[in-house]
């Protein structure tokens, strides 16, 4: 398998531009997952989906963060309007999804977000 | 509430020397997952290891070990022998149980093996 696939690795963007990042998990994986890194904050959990179904969307910082799930290989996290403090890697996970045991997340390369 | 915590946050070695990396985690509930993560200089992050809760095993694969003590609330992470190659962020996590790869990150040890 290809493990999980983001795109672009990296984009520079200016603020107020839209901004979309998108991510293929590994397939059969039921879990998808995204994360932010930043030096502040660490990596933090954005939202996750299980089943294309949006679980927990607690840690999107603001309405400008939007997720979507639309099939079971592909997902988007689109920022807009865009602004300097979005600067971040963004990474995306996924995982098999068990009912009674844990399972680790195998993550993405990540996609490095400039906004100017 | 879930908390992870690496009070080490830059550890530098010579090449061949012994290095632990610290874990301590914070959960009320009885059953969880520790993991530990590789962040090389490329930047993505590498699975190292899963254990549950009730399993206290330590276990070792090639250089690295792990160490778990749930009467301490520790998952310590051995690395014998180091290389340069080892140098990385290493992560330690926490997930609930039947929440996979929901973690709980802690901030990340940064360790630098010098030749």
């Known amino acids: 398998d290809a493990g999980v696939i983001q795109s672009p690795r990296h984009e520079v963007t200016e603020m107020g531009q839209e901004v979309t990042l998108r991510c293929k998990p590994i397939?059969?994986?039921?879990?998808l997952f995204w994360y932010r890194q930043t030096m502040m904050r660490g990596l933090e959990l954005l939202i996750y989906f299980n089943n294309n179904v949006p679980i927990d969307d607690s840690g999107m910082p603001e309405d400008r963060f939007s997720a979507k799930m639309p099939n079971a290989s592909f997902s988007t996290l689109k920022i807009q309007p865009s602004e300097p403090r979005d600067s971040a890697v963004y990474f995306c996970?996924?995982?098999?999804?068990?009912?009674?045991?844990?399972?680790?997340?195998?993550f993405g390369q990540g996609t490095r977000l400039t906004v100017v | 509430a879930q908390k992870v915590t690496q009070a080490q946050t830059e550890i530098s070695v010579v090449e061949k020397e012994d290095v632990t990396l610290d874990c301590v985690y914070e959960t009320r509930d009885t059953t969880y997952y520790l993991f530990w993560y590789k962040q090389p200089p490329s930047g993505e992050l590498v699975f190292l290891i899963r254990?549950?809760?009730?399993?206290?095993q330590n276990e070792i694969s090639g250089r690295y070990s792990w160490n778990f003590q749930k009467s301490t609330s520790s998952f310590n992470f051995t690395i014998t022998a180091s290389q340069v190659v080892d140098s990385a962020v290493y992560f330690c996590?926490?997930?609930?149980?039947?929440?996979?790869?929901?973690?709980?990150f802690g901030q990340g040890t940064e360790l630098s093996v010098k030749p």
């Open positions: 996970a996924s995982s098999p999804l068990y009912r009674d045991r844990g399972a680790e997340a195998f």
């Open positions: 254990r549950n809760s009730f399993d206290e």
């Open positions: 996590a926490l997930s609930r149980q039947n929440q996979g790869g929901k973690l709980i």
């Open positions: 397939s059969g994986h039921n879990s």
